[in-house]
């Protein structure tokens, strides 16, 4: 399974910026995917996630309510609107995928995006 992140940017606190990440695999409805992000001197941490079938969601408290992740099987990508963006949403965004499941930790996927970078200027 190939994973490729895009969308990053440099953007004004308040704006908006949709990440997307299309997969190589033939059976991606099978899979679980989430993102993740390691800001400047942190670990990588959880943002959202999205389960295999019809996608129930889940979301860090930090971006609830601003972020929203979403799928299109047919299309093999997975995406991250995000709104309402601020400095500390700064980081390397990384798209993930487990086949069957999802989960909140980095050990709970096999497979990893290269990352795109997003900045939110104050």
């Known amino acids: 399974v190939q994973l490729q992140a895009s969308g990053g940017g440099l953007v004004q606190a308040g704006d908006s910026l949709r990440l997307s990440c299309a997969a190589s695999v033939r059976t991606f409805r099978d899979y679980g995917l989430g993102w993740f992000r390691r800001g400047p001197g942190k670990e990588r941490e959880f943002v959202a996630r999205?389960?295999?079938?019809?996608?129930?969601?889940d979301y860090a408290d930090s971006v609830k309510g601003r972020f929203m992740i979403s799928r299109d099987n047919a299309k093999n990508t997975v995406w991250l609107q995000m709104n309402s963006l601020k400095p500390e949403d700064t980081a390397v965004y990384y798209c993930a995928a487990n086949r069957y499941s999802s989960g909140r930790r980095v050990a709970d996927y096999d497979y990893w995006g290269q990352g795109t970078q997003v900045t939110v200027s104050s």
């Open positions: 999205i389960s295999r079938g019809v996608g129930g969601t």
